[in-house]
């Protein structure tokens, strides 16, 4: 069975930094896609970042380019967000996901298996 599990978020002041961590087990780690999302109280949820199987290609979302990184380790069987410069409107429960079939979107629909989330609050 597969389970991700999410670490590493926490309350900063604007301009920190936090590195978000996702640990998968019950699953072949390369392969397939993987994303981070996020969530803000009564909003929808927003794909922010993903990347390809190996970590070859990573795509980000226009509001976080420059500032934010996805990277993975296979031999740990880790996602990571390393969020940098963050900005009060980065605030949400951040969420780590896997695409089996790398449909290569942002979609949520799209993504079969899901973290429980951390949350991430930045304070102006």
């Known amino acids: 069975q597969v389970q991700l599990v999410e670490s590493g978020g926490g309350s900063v002041q604007a301009g920190g930094s936090l590195r978000l961590s996702c640990v998968a087990s019950g699953y072949t780690y390369w392969g397939h896609c993987m994303g981070w999302f996020r969530q803000a109280p009564g909003k929808e949820r927003e794909g922010v970042a993903r990347i390809s199987p190996g970590g070859g290609s990573t795509y980000y979302i226009d509001s976080v380019k420059g500032r934010f990184t996805i990277s993975q380790d296979n031999a740990k069987n880790t996602l990571y967000l390393q969020m940098n410069s963050l900005k009060p409107e980065d605030t949400g429960m951040y969420y780590c996901?896997?695409?089996?079939?790398?449909?290569?979107?942002?979609?949520?629909?799209?993504?079969?298996?899901w973290g429980q989330g951390t949350q991430v609050t930045v304070s102006s």
């Open positions: 996901a896997i695409d089996l079939w790398c449909r290569s979107t942002y979609r949520a629909a799209d993504y079969n298996y």
